[in-house]
């Protein structure tokens, strides 16, 4: 089916996210506006005006009720989602990479990059929802500061294990997990040999993949930190979604938006590849971006996605009847072992 | 001297006992300065004096005499023996005398026989009784031909891409298997190769080139190491066309053993030259800028070697690598030769000289027969191109008009294998870029445009055989009657593609069908199938980016890859690395993308078969096609039990896996539905359903409908 164009950035989409019941599609743009889109119709439903700086991330909470965005104007901010009123700002030292809601929705942490004499750091504000926010504390609860050795930068972060641990990417390949108590490193993994552009759970956040600059996607295990599957590509892997009720694997990318201009868009390689989630094999790819693809989403019903690219555009797909009755390319039951 | 180390001049400062050592002169332990010569006349006492100065002088000639050791000459009673010992400052001198005076003719009846006194010596030590030598023990050799018993009828070809070098096998059904990675030596901690790979023209061999230190041979099911050839700063490397010997080159100008010839069975070097065959070609290189010394090449059955030189070519026999008859064929003004791939028949050119014409000239050797020679004029350059089995010459002669301000091409083709070696003459007004044989067949395809700078190509498709048409049955032509089907060896225009986008050709190792591709820097790799025998174009594809094309030898599929230079790759050959296998009807059967992508070479292989056996086989092709599709049949259905087994496995696996995290999930669910305030998100009927009704006024209008009256 032809995909939903949905325009309405203007400059390149940073990131695009389903809410939790999946009617809501979140994007976000380095042209300062978050919107709202409608993830049936794809019409545009809203924008929450209020940010300086380009938004890197953001966050829908379990309810649709509160949605949180990162910003590189230094500021965190807390929308009400249904009226695009600003709920409270939390100031930073530096540019907001990354922000995420912690189960329940009572505290959210944030990363924030160096900047000037700031050094790089994790934040955790404590916001129970059902209180005025204006008694909320402005201070984070925790902060953490980063490795500073070799400069490296976290990409993104995570609430695991019942808000317990805090799962953070970065741009050396490595995940680390921190105790949201004392900020201690309670583990940490190297999937990658270069940056690890972005993180997806699955639904029960069993399991993750990560998408690197090293041109593969990896599948890991949530509970034993495990290496289960890796997705070889040739391009740079800018974002990797499981499908709730397939097993398969979305995964876009593409030249470094550096180098795009320097080839057509035929060879730039910004389609997105599906693979099979066990077999690790290639089996599809849809065109249309002309641009590398930042963001992926699969809505939580398994049948449209979202992709955000460095075009400025979101293409929101429908899959079609056939690949939704489609079989696993290996029968069940062994048919011909008998004879 | 108050600031001398101390330590460094202690001996020197020591009031110790002068301690020396007396030079002595280094005695020589050997006798390779002393020669006999032997079959002197006998003379009397009173004559050896006379006979020692005549010896004197000869030998003096040739190298500087010892003085302290003067020419001996035993008698033997009253007369000498008739031999003598002389000896010589240095032991080369020795060794030149015996090169130049033995076999001398010293008088009428005399004949020097000279030898070195240590080979002499030698004999002294035969035993007298002949003791039979033991055979070593047979150790098997690599079974070099192993790959071509393939149960799968398959083609093998090896890539070099980032570290790897992988030989795979290709049948055009399935994607392409490994045979072999290296893995032995990637065990050892080596990388099986570094640099280039090259097959031998029958595929026996693989070679890989070690930039340092020479180059490595192997083969076999195994890939075994099967002999190795020393030669430091190694370029290049060339395998007789029957793999009986092989060629090392270094481009070093200066280097006495610039180019080895290798025996391959025996793995020992049989003979060095220097780079430039004489300074003449090295200035001219020189004045370039270049290293482009003119090449050896071997005649088809592995018989000869030759280069060219100065006006001549010199042809050296082998294995034995002497000059052939002891002289070089002369070859006034060559600029160029060829070997023919089918007979031991050398094809040269020379360019105009004063007022002598260009000519291309067909030589036969041994005879040196010369079996045609063609004179041209007003010629820029000659492009010569064999058919492959040596039935064609074709020469593209770009010539000038006598002002020299225009220039147009003329085609010269030699029918080598008739009776007095006919020539045929084509005419193109057009700027040529590339002609091509057909492997096997009497075509031959051309690129040309209207102008050099042109974009759009044009093709064009000669037959040097004519078959009679039916239409054409029944006239005569000299005074014979034509027959349809009949050959007559014509010249004559198949067809011209136009407006393509084209820069290479490469024809089937089957014949019949060709591509047309478009290659290189500014070019999109788009790609043309063309079946020659039909007329018509059986698919147009792209690779984008593509540098090379290349057939397997038999014809079924054809790879197109994007490769880098393997030494300091640049910026812009670094993208889009990789191959596409496609079927010759230009079916896409395979990608494979790289970061950094080297070579593709298929291994060739040579057709074994008689004319008279591919015949039969051509005949019988429905018996041969059932058989072979039975087994594909087979193999595809065990390959995917084979695969589905495998992979069911693996997915029980991961789904085991996956129910074991869904357990540790579920039991944290008291916890979850805590934190979210009592909502459990796994009950898919925990909602609550708000019904909101929505009043939109679209429009509102006041109408008067009608006054009350």
């Known amino acids: ?339 | 001297m108050t600031n001398l180390p101390s330590d460094e001049y202690e001996d020197y400062m020591s009031d110790g006992e002068l301690q020396y050592e007396v030079k002595q002169p280094k005695l020589i332990e050997n006798f390779s300065t002393t020669v006999i010569i032997a079959n002197l006349p006998q003379v009397p006492e009173s004559k050896v004096e006379k006979l020692t100065s005549v010896l004197k002088k000869l030998t003096g000639k040739v190298g500087t005499l010892s003085t302290a050791t003067p020419p001996l000459m035993p008698m033997n009673g009253d007369k000498t023996h008739g031999f003598s010992f002389i000896t010589f400052v240095s032991s080369a001198d020795a060794t030149k005398c015996v090169e130049a005076i033995n076999s001398y003719q010293f008088d009428k009846s005399h004949k020097l026989s000279v030898h070195g006194y240590d080979d002499v010596c030698g004999l002294r030590d035969v035993p007298e009784k002949y003791v039979e030598k033991t055979a070593r023990p047979y150790v098997p050799q690599a079974d070099v031909g192993a790959w071509l018993r393939d149960p799968g009828q398959r083609d093998a070809f090896c890539i070099r891409q980032g570290h790897e070098t992988e030989v795979h096998w290709a049948d055009g059904l399935r994607d392409p298997v490994i045979d072999y990675d290296g893995s032995r030596e990637k065990a050892a901690g080596i990388q099986w190769c570094k640099d280039r790979m090259e097959w031998s023209p029958k595929g026996s061999f693989m070679a890989t080139i070690i930039k340092q230190k020479g180059v490595i041979l192997w083969g076999g099911e195994k890939y075994e190491k099967l002999g190795r050839f020393a030669h430091a700063d190694v370029d290049h490397v060339s395998f007789s066309p029957n793999e009986g010997y092989i060629m090392t080159v270094s481009n070093k100008p200066d280097a006495v053993d610039a180019v080895k010839i290798h025996d391959i069975k025996t793995g020992k070097m049989i003979r060095a030259f220097k780079l430039y065959p004489s300074d003449k070609f090295r200035e001219e290189d020189e004045e370039r800028g270049e290293i482009n010394p003119p090449q050896f090449s071997w005649s088809y059955n592995d018989e000869y070697i030759a280069r060219m030189g100065e006006d001549l070519i010199t042809i050296y026999e082998l294995p034995s690598m002497k000059l052939l008859e002891k002289k070089s064929l002369l070859a006034d003004g060559i600029k160029e030769f060829q070997w023919s791939p089918g007979a031991n028949t050398l094809a040269y050119w020379s360019p105009e000289k004063g007022n002598s014409p260009a000519q291309v000239n067909l030589v036969a050797i041994p005879s040196r027969k010369l079996l045609r020679s063609k004179n041209l004029f007003q010629v820029n350059s000659v492009l010569m191109s064999w058919q492959d089995e040596g039935r064609f010459l074709g020469c593209k002669v770009l010539r000038h008009t006598k002002s020299k301000k225009t220039v147009y091409n003329n085609f010269e083709l030699f029918r080598v294998m008739e009776e007095g070696v006919p020539v045929e003459m084509l005419d193109v007004k057009d700027a040529v870029f590339n002609f091509r044989w057909e492997p096997g067949g009497s075509r031959f395809a051309m690129v040309h445009a209207e102008n050099a700078g042109a974009t759009r190509m044009n093709v064009s498709f000669y037959d040097m055989d004519k078959t009679v048409k039916a239409d054409e049955a029944g006239t005569k032509k000299k005074g014979k009657k034509l027959t349809e089907g009949q050959v007559l060896p014509e010249l004559n225009l198949v067809t011209t593609l136009v407006d393509r986008q084209c820069s290479s050709l490469f024809w089937s190792p089957a014949g019949g069908v060709i591509v047309l591709a478009s290659l290189g820097d500014s070019s999109s790799g788009s790609l043309e199938f063309y079946d020659v025998n039909q007329t018509i174009t059986l698919a147009m594809r792209e690779h984008y980016r593509a540098t090379d094309v290349n057939w397997d030898p038999s014809g079924r599929m054809v790879s197109t890859s994007v490769c880098q230079p393997l030494n300091g790759a640049y910026f812009k050959f670094q993208m889009d690395n990789g191959y596409m296998l496609w079927s010759f009807q230009g079916k896409q059967l395979f990608i494979a993308a790289y970061e950094n992508f080297y070579q593709f070479k298929w291994r060739p292989r040579k057709v074994v078969l008689s004319k008279e056996a591919v015949k039969e086989v051509e005949t019988n092709i429905k018996k041969y096609e059932r058989e072979f599709d039975r087994a594909d049949k087979e193999r595809a259905k065990a390959l995917y039990l084979e695969e589905t087994k495998g992979k069911r496995l693996q997915r029980k696996t991961f789904r085991d896996r996956v129910a074991d995290l869904r357990a540790v999930y579920k039991s944290q669910k008291q916890q979850r539905i805590a934190m979210n305030g009592g909502y459990d998100s796994d009950d898919d009927s925990n909602f609550t359903t708000t019904i909101v009704k929505m009043t939109e006024i679209i429009d509102t209008k006041e109408t008067v409908i009608d006054e009350f009256p």
């Not at chain 1, 540019?95 to 944030?110: D, I, K, L, M, Y």
């Not at chain 1, 992926?296 to 056939?322: K, M, T, V, W």
């Open chain 1, 1 to 339: 089916m032809r995909p939903i164009l949905l325009k309405g950035h203007e400059r390149s989409i940073t990131y695009v996210d389903y809410n939790y019941d999946g009617d809501l599609l979140f994007t976000a743009s380095k042209d300062n506006v978050p919107t709202v889109w409608s993830a049936t119709t794809g019409e545009r439903i809203g924008t929450y005006n209020g940010h300086q700086g380009a938004v890197w991330d953001l966050d829908c909470n379990k309810f649709s009720t509160h949605l949180l965005t990162a910003s590189a104007d230094a500021t965190c901010k807390m929308w009400n989602v249904e009226t695009g009123e600003e709920v409270q700002t939390f100031k930073h030292r530096g540019p907001v990479r990354g922000v995420a809601w912690g189960e329940g929705s009572q505290c959210f942490a944030t990363i924030s990059d160096p900047f000037m004499d700031a050094v790089a750091m994790i934040s955790i504000y404590d916001c129970p929802l059902d209180s005025s926010p204006e008694s909320w504390s402005q201070a984070p609860r925790l902060e953490i500061e980063l490795p500073k050795e070799n400069a490296v930068k976290a990409t993104n972060l995570v609430f695991l294990n019942l808000n317990e641990a805090l799962f953070v990417t970065f741009d050396d390949g490595s995940i680390r997990l921190y105790d949201v108590v004392n900020g201690k490193v309670l583990n940490m993994i190297t999937p990658h040999t270069k940056k690890i552009n972005n993180v997806s759970f699955n639904r029960e956040k069993t399991l993750f993949i990560t998408s690197s600059v090293d041109t593969t996607a990896k599948l890991y295990d949530v509970v034993k930190l495990e290496h289960l599957k890796t997705y070889k590509t040739d391009r740079p892997v800018n974002d990797a979604v499981i499908s709730p009720n397939k097993e398969h694997i979305l995964l876009g990318g593409g030249q470094d938006a550096m180098s795009v201009t320097t080839t057509s868009g035929k060879a730039g390689k910004f389609e997105t590849k599906f693979f099979h989630l066990v077999y690790e094999t290639e089996f599809g790819v849809v065109k249309g971006h002309f641009g590398p693809i930042n963001a992926l989403a699969i809505n939580p019903d398994g049948r449209s996605y979202a992709s955000g690219a460095e075009d400025g555009y979101i293409r929101l797909h429908f899959f079609d009847q056939s690949y939704i009755n489609m079989k696993d390319p290996v029968p069940d039951a062994p048919t011909e072992e008998a004879n």
